[in-house]
């Protein structure tokens, strides 16, 4: 490690907060980290949250399009940020947020929703699972989990697991997607300090899984910068994951990506290698070295909340596909990503990747007029679909 | 492709009808101004003026501090209840209001001038805020100000005691001493 740290250091990277305290006046925010000297003029920087209700007639659902024979119509509104899905045994829908700070509850009454903040005041409150009739809420390093939850709906009094699961604090891209694994367990990323630099491989760049009461940890994957997406493979019970590749490496460059954790704990790359990327930044280990991931998604395109579809209403090719919301770029000067995706296994197991709902992106003024960011399989089999840019709920099924 | 183009990505879908008189009505009834000034234009130590603000910085500040994010004793009362077409409504106004070099403001002091000059040109500020420090969208304006707030804000964030949308300003503000943020905030007020 010794000798990758000077390496960093000659390349003029940043190795973490502590120390780029310690260099003033160079000290960038964690997110422009990385930057090198020909971009520091640039005027990329992270998307600005909307964080007020848009009124359903301005919700741009019209603008969306799916394949023949789907349909997509707008299920509920009046959330702004919502991202991560959960589903109660009872059918309630919760919804997860960063900014903002609250949980909303959505529910279906005579065919009508009725949505409420859950709870609110939390530190971006974006992982949610549900588990037993509990809803465990990850808030940063924080780990709640609400009992007996669609009987608790209106004065919720979580138990704090937070000391149990000891997450680390670091602010950056300490936010998180968390899931129950057909093994019972609780998985929780926890994502790197920075955009690239060197981390204590036992704390940062990891999936680890636990028990849910926050005992019996176990890393599932290493070398994982950033994922806030994943979910079990419905036959296998394999973990798939999608990640988030460093930033200000270019336009094109490095890609995000969607891995298969075949062997546990096995390491995928990061700080080295993203998606077949040797990051020049980084002297050490080689992409040889490191499982290829299942698919290269694209540059900057952001992943979240990778979903296994679990119906049966969608005609045979979607039964048991991924849907992989990519909630877009920021750090390139041609938008990328503002779309859903599937991925499904071809013959000989090759994976071939679709476009399935897509609208978010407007070509010609390079804007984006919504962000998708979660998907949940409903018992019906329709597919839920979040935006967090419009705080909406779209629904897609099939046939009539 | 040119910075136009970055900014207009920026901006995606436009914000819903928003009502400057409206705000007005509001504003007069939950007595900004009895901490803010009249019009916008703050007299008081470390409240900072909202005259000319960007309305959608306005519009995320308001939220933030309605939800508990932004922590700020003074502002529970006046957020209380608020409807985010309020919000929206407050914001419009106060931006509506004319922004201008503050009367008060003293002369400039050239060895500050010139630290905060050069915090400034290192640290980009003027990419996001303008070269005019007017802001944009959810960039605030900063020209103009009170320097006291601007003194106390900036010490807030690097010290992690100021929660925004995101943490760009906590990572911006590392490393800074206290004169260093005296000398931005003196630059920065001095600002036409």
Not at chain 1, 271 to 299: K, M, S, T, Y
Not at chain 1, 350 to 366: H, K, Q, S, V, Y
Not at chain 2, 67 to 95: H, T
Request: glycine share 10%; proline share 7%.
């Amino acid at each position: 490690m010794k000798q990758h740290i000077r390496s960093l250091l000659a390349a003029g990277i940043m190795l973490s907060p502590a120390l780029a305290f310690a260099q003033a006046p160079a000290a960038p925010p964690a997110w422009q980290q990385g930057r090198p000297a020909e971009m520091s003029g640039s005027t990329l920087a992270p998307h600005a949250p909307r964080l007020t209700v848009t009124a359903p007639d301005a919700i741009p659902v019209a603008a969306l399009r799916v394949p023949e024979g789907f349909r997509v119509e707008l299920w509920a509104s009046g959330m702004p940020g919502i991202r991560a899905m959960a589903l109660g045994p009872n059918g309630t829908v919760f919804g997860g947020t960063r900014v903002i700070g609250r949980v909303y509850a959505i529910r279906d009454v005579n065919g009508q929703r009725q949505t409420s903040t859950f709870m609110s005041g939390l530190e971006q409150p974006s992982g949610l699972a549900v588990r037993d009739g509990a809803l465990y809420i990850a808030a940063m390093h924080r780990v709640l989990r609400v009992d007996n939850v669609e009987a608790n709906l209106t004065n919720p009094q979580p138990v704090d697991l937070t000391a149990a699961f000891g997450q680390a604090t670091e602010a950056h891209h300490g936010w998180k997607h968390i899931a129950f694994g057909p093994d019972g367990r609780l998985y929780i990323p926890r994502g790197v300090p920075c955009n690239i630099c060197d981390t204590d491989g036992d704390r940062f760049a990891l999936i680890e899984s636990w028990l849910p009461n926050g005992t019996d940890r176990r890393i599932e994957a290493r070398g994982v910068r950033n994922s806030v997406g994943f979910d079990f493979h419905p036959r296998t019970g394999q973990l798939w994951f999608s990640n988030h590749a460093r930033d200000w490496a270019g336009n094109d460059n490095p890609s995000d990506t969607l891995h298969v954790a075949a062997r546990r704990g096995e390491h995928h790359g990061y700080p080295w290698c993203a998606g077949g990327f040797q990051d020049p930044a980084v002297n050490g280990r080689l992409c040889a070295e490191f499982p290829p991931p299942a698919l290269i998604l694209g540059p900057h395109v952001a992943p979240v909340g990778t979903h296994f579809y679990t119906g049966t209403a969608f005609p045979e090719r979607y039964r048991g596909a991924m849907f992989i919301p990519l909630a877009g770029s920021w750090n390139r000067e041609r938008l990328s990503g503002f779309e859903v995706i599937t991925v499904r296994e071809g013959e000989g197991g090759r994976l071939i990747r679709e476009p399935f709902l897509t609208g978010f992106r407007d070509e010609a003024n390079n804007r984006f007029i919504g962000r998708p960011s979660g998907a949940l399989t409903m018992p019906d089999g329709s597919l839920l679909i979040s935006d967090q840019q419009n705080g909406a709920i779209y629904r897609i099924s099939y046939g009539r | 492709m040119g910075a136009a183009a970055v900014m207009a990505a920026a901006l995606a879908f436009s914000a819903q009808a928003q009502d400057a008189a409206r705000g007005a009505a509001l504003a007069e009834a939950r007595n900004c101004a009895q901490c803010h000034g009249p019009r916008g234009v703050s007299d008081t130590p470390i409240i900072p003026s909202l005259a000319g603000q960007q309305a959608e910085f306005t519009t995320l500040q308001l939220i933030l501090f309605r939800e508990g994010i932004r922590r700020v004793p003074a502002m529970v009362e006046p957020m209380r209840g608020m409807s985010d077409q309020q919000i929206e409504d407050l914001a419009a106004w106060f931006a509506s209001l004319p922004s201008e070099r503050r009367a008060d403001r003293g002369p400039a002091n050239p060895a500050l001038m010139a630290r905060g000059a050069e915090i400034s040109a290192g640290r980009n500020c003027n990419a996001c805020h303008l070269p005019t420090y007017a802001g944009r969208a959810n960039i605030p304006r900063i020209n103009h100000q009170r320097e006291d707030f601007l003194e106390h804000t900036l010490a807030e964030y690097r010290d992690g005691a100021r929660v925004g949308t995101d943490t760009n300003m906590n990572g911006l503000m590392n490393g800074l001493t206290d004169g260093d943020i005296r000398a931005l905030a003196h630059f920065l007020a001095h600002q036409e």
